[in-house]
């Protein structure tokens, strides 16, 4: 049972030795250092350390008897309750000066900070959540004359998203404009949207099995063989991103 006891003892907070000790203090009542030791299995010195730390924590209180020899006493343990609602207090101050402090962290991240945010989305549903979620990304484009930059791969689209010319239908609503590139013809399904991409192709010995999408603030990187659509929003990342976009549209037909 005492190893039971020692495991509540623990969360509750108290680490190994102190549970250790207060235990033997406990079993003791009222005792001296050297005897709490004993029982404990401690060293006297390391003994009285941690009952000091239980005295400050108001589990144990000290008490001298004639001759002045000092002893401790294990207070009620109920008084555990009252050191679990001291720990609440405790936490809730500490929850609300990390509130105060939240937005110069967030500052601070913001000058010195460099940590992309990645999101995974797998599967067919996924691919085409992936592609929904930018709808509201094209919008502000649309209004900042930001250009949508794709590497395709429609025929690898359409066969897992039939209705693939429909979302691109609504992506143009939003007043994005759209460039690809592509080293294959499109396929008969593009027959009613072509004209909503500038287009340019580039040599086959350039293609690959996959697909991206270059936002302003975000790149999509699409495995078609996979099914997983990886979204990295990073500023600069983006940036370098469509660098070599520009690179490649300016040596394509």
């Known amino acids: 049972m005492a190893n039971l006891y020692q495991q ?20 003791l009542k009222s005792a001296p250092a050297s005897a709490i030791a004993k029982k404990a299995s401690l060293v006297r010195s390391t003994c009285y350390g941690v009952l000091e730390n239980l005295v400050q924590k108001g589990l144990v209180a000290k008490t001298e008897k004639p001759g002045g020899i000092r002893q401790f006493v294990v207070e009620n343990p109920e008084l555990l309750f009252a050191y679990l ?65 794709i590497h395709g791969a429609p025929k690898r689209i359409i066969k897992i998203w039939p209705q693939f ?50 936002l302003d603030e975000k790149v999509i990187l699409f495995d078609f063989e996979n099914l997983l659509a990886v979204v990295v929003k990073n500023k600069p990342l ?11 549209w300016d040596h394509a037909k």
């Open 8 to 27: 509540v003892l623990t969360k509750v907070g108290l680490d190994d030795e102190e549970s250790k000790v207060y235990l033997a203090g406990l079993e």
């Open 165 to 214: 010319p429909e979302y691109v239908k609504k992506r143009a609503a939003t007043g994005v404009n759209s460039r690809i590139l592509i080293w294959e013809d499109f396929p008969p399904e593009f027959a009613k949207i072509e004209k909503i991409y500038q287009v340019r192709k580039i040599e086959k010995k350039y293609a690959y099995k996959s697909g991206t999408n270059i």
């Open 85 to 149: 609602e001291a720990q609440r207090a405790d936490f809730d101050q500490l929850k609300a000066k990390i509130k105060n402090i939240l937005p110069d962290l967030r500052n601070l991240q913001g000058e010195f900070g460099f940590k992309p945010k990645i999101e995974y989305f797998e599967g067919k549903r996924g691919i085409i959540a992936a592609l929904e979620s930018i709808i509201p990304d094209m919008k502000k484009m649309a209004k900042a004359k930001i250009p949508l930059l």
């Open 238 to 248: 983006t940036e370098m991103m469509r660098v070599f976009f520009e690179s490649m």
